[in-house]
Nanobody, 125 residues
């Protein structure tokens, strides 16, 4: 079992920055690839970013490429999502997730085995 707890969400104006974190506990953190997904009201959960087990490879949705950065600190068992140049359409609940690195696509929610409870990010115009 892996337990994931997100933190750092909040309210920010358009054009601003925000960082969210996800602390992992339980089984070996370094064995897992980590992803960030988001879900806006009345919309499906969508992929935002992912990072492989070593932190050497990252993946981004086109909508956030160049604005968001995913990173991980294995010493702290934590994955981060730095969000810059935020837009109102980035408003959503942000979830972190973990999957075995060799199993399934980084982009698809069914590939992930463990999920956090989510943290709200609201971008005002």
């Amino acid at each position: 079992q892996v337990q994931l707890v997100e933190s750092g969400g909040g309210l920010v104006q358009a054009g601003g920055s925000l960082s969210v974190s996800c602390a992992a506990s339980g089984r070996t953190f370094s064995a897992y690839a980590m992803g960030w997904f988001r879900q806006a009201p009345r919309k499906e959960r969508e992929f935002v970013a992912a990072i492989n087990w070593s932190g050497g490879t990252t993946y981004y949705a086109d909508s956030v490429k160049g604005r968001f950065t995913i990173s991980r600190d294995s010493a702290k068992n934590t994955v981060y999502l730095q969000m810059n140049s935020l837009k109102p359409e980035d408003t959503a609940v942000y979830f972190c997730a973990a999957k075995f690195d060799y199993r399934g696509s980084y982009y698809y929610t069914p590939s992930y085995d463990y999920w956090g409870q989510g943290t709200q990010v609201t971008v005002s115009s």
